[in-house]
Nanobody, 124 residues
Framework: VQLQASGGGLVQTGGSLRLSCAAS????????SGWFRQAPGKEREFVAA????????KYADSVNGRFTISRDSAKSTVYLQMNSLKPEDTAVYYC??????????????????WGRGTLVTVSS
């Protein structure tokens, strides 16, 4: 499974960005997808997840209500729409995939496949 994240950049506080994660056709129908981020000097943390069927989503408390994960199956792409961005959202963002469902048990671990990160910088 190959994943390619894009869409990062520099944005002001309160602004928006949309990250994309492209994969080979059919990938996200077989795997749950997730977004993680790693800020400078910090550990990587879970941001959002989308079920294989595309109907269930999970979010970290810190982004709930501001970020939205979604999928375009025809394009085999998962998105992370980020609104009301804050300086603390500054990080390298990674997309990921896991074979297990996110609707039972933990959904913040168990991701087997990772894309290269894309940097998001939110200026104050």
């Amino acid at each position: 499974v190959q994943l390619q994240a894009s869409g990062g950049g520099l944005v002001q506080t309160g602004g928006s960005l949309r990250l994309s994660c492209a994969a080979s056709a059919g990938t996200f129908g077989k795997y749950a997808s997730g977004w993680f981020r790693q800020a400078p000097g910090k550990e990587r943390e879970f941001v959002a997840a989308l079920s294989r069927g595309g109907s269930s989503t999970k979010y970290a408390d810190s982004v709930n209500g501001r970020f939205t994960i979604s999928r375009d199956s025809a394009k085999s792409t998962v998105y992370l729409q980020m609104n009301s961005l804050k300086p603390e959202d500054t990080a390298v963002y990674y997309c990921s995939a896991r074979p297990n469902s996110i609707t039972s048990g933990t959904y913040t671990t168990g991701y087997s496949y990772w894309g290269r990160g894309t940097l998001v910088t939110v200026s104050s």
